[in-house]
């Protein structure tokens, strides 16, 4: 069974263009995050989740709108793409909070923006 | 801000050969410390942690010991094999907070 699970793996799009990330967790995690994985393998925590609750937002564009409608999902809308959104996207789930606790990734969704 | 230094890579070894990747860290606390590995197209998958000073955290032959006096973590294995190609990755993650904050990653390539 897949823990972290993401569509679409892989996201090809236009400039301009509206799109959506899915992220599932099975693991009975109260916690989800999304990272985005630079060109250069750099990553950094753009939100957080705990409980359906927003509490991590790390200055990302208000174009980035996440949306966590249970525990268990959390999604990610891009609206208004732009070049520089051209990223490799996690999603990632913790019991508890990430001082104390493993994070499980998903296998990450390939976003190009041309 | 809390933060996270690595050596750059690539790094390439043989297999069999002694590996050390480098990790130094700043925080305003005593944060907790992972070792995560991303194997190509894949995403990260936690190798080894270490959460209070002096610990060591150990997983498949890698071990990294938590040094407070040198905020460092580095990551070490004895024999690495061509299957331990990949992307390392240092983090840290605060007693209350609620994110890792990533190094660079470093790119190990084993040559048989």
């Known amino acids: 069974d897949t823990a972290v699970s993401q569509t679409p793996k892989y996201l090809v799009t236009q400039m301009g263009n509206d799109k959506s990330i899915k992220c599932e967790q099975n693991?009975?995690?109260?916690?989800m995050y999304w990272y985005k994985q630079d060109s250069k393998k750099f990553l950094k925590i753009m939100f957080s989740?705990?409980?359906?609750?927003?509490?991590i937002n790390e200055t990302v564009p208000n174009r980035f709108s996440p949306k966590s409608p249970d525990k268990a999902h959390l999604n990610l809308h891009i609206n208004s793409l732009e070049l520089g959104d051209s990223a490799v996207y996690f999603c990632?789930?913790?019991?508890?909070?990430?001082?104390?606790?493993?994070?499980?990734f998903g296998p990450g969704t390939r976003l190009t923006v041309t | 801000g809390d933060s996270v230094t690595q050596m750059e890579g690539p790094v390439t070894l043989s297999e069999e050969a002694f590996l050390t990747i480098n990790c130094t860290y700043t925080?305003?606390?005593?944060?907790?410390l992972f070792w995560y590995v991303q194997y190509p197209g894949e995403g990260l998958q936690l190798l080894l942690k270490?959460?209070?000073?002096?610990d060591k955290g150990s997983n498949k032959g890698f071990e990294a010991t938590y040094r407070k006096e040198t905020t460092s973590f580095h990551l070490e294995k004895g024999s690495v094999q061509v299957s331990d190609s990949a992307v390392y990755f240092c983090?840290?993650?605060?007693?209350?907070?609620?994110?890792?904050?990533f190094g660079a990653g470093t790119i190990l390539r084993v040559k048989s």
């Open positions: 983090a840290l993650s605060m007693e209350y907070g609620n994110k890792l904050v």
């Open positions: 925080a305003t606390g005593y944060p907790s």
């Open positions: 693991l009975g995690h109260d916690t």
């Open positions: 989740y705990n409980n359906k609750e927003l509490i």
């Open positions: 990632a789930s913790s019991r508890g909070l990430a001082g104390v606790s493993e994070q499980y």
């Open positions: 270490a959460t209070k000073a002096d």
